[in-house]
């Protein structure tokens, strides 16, 4: 009976199938030894990608903060403009009174002319 049951295994074995077994198991070992490739490969993507959205949050939080800081620089910029304009207007119409002054002093008639102190003549004299 065990002669019968190992030719029989051994003409099956014989006619090819063994090369087709060997070749099943070849195959499944390859097989096994890229799926253990990529997923490592997997692995390290989905570490790299981890590492890139931290990096990505931070560089988000820095850009916020430098638009807050260039937002605060630009109105800072409009508030000295608007100081700027304030000062030119007061300087305009200061001047403006200096120049009526002066034109009434060179229209004054000569008879409101009189002794003035050195000191003051030449105080008045140096006014803009």
């Not at 063994?18 to 070849?26: E, N, P, Q, R």
């Not at 030894?33 to 560089?59: H, M």
């Not at 304030?86 to 403006?96: I, V």
């Amino acid at each position: 009976m065990f002669k019968i049951i190992g030719s029989v295994i051994m003409r099956w074995l014989g006619g090819g199938t063994l090369a087709a077994l060997l070749a099943m198991g070849g195959g499944w070992l390859w097989h096994d030894w890229q799926t253990g490739r990529l997923e490592e490969r997997l692995a390290e993507a989905r570490g790299e990608s981890t590492d890139l959205r931290t990096s990505l949050s931070q560089w988000q939080a820095e850009a916020e903060r430098r638009k807050q800081m260039l937002d605060q620089v630009r109105e800072d910029a409009r508030a000295s403009e608007a100081a700027r304009r304030e000062l030119e207007s007061r300087l305009e119409k200061k001047d403006a009174a200096y120049q009526e002054l002066r034109q009434q002093i060179a229209a004054a008639p000569e008879s409101d002319d009189g002794p003035v102190a050195p000191v003051l003549r030449k105080t008045l004299e140096d006014l803009p």
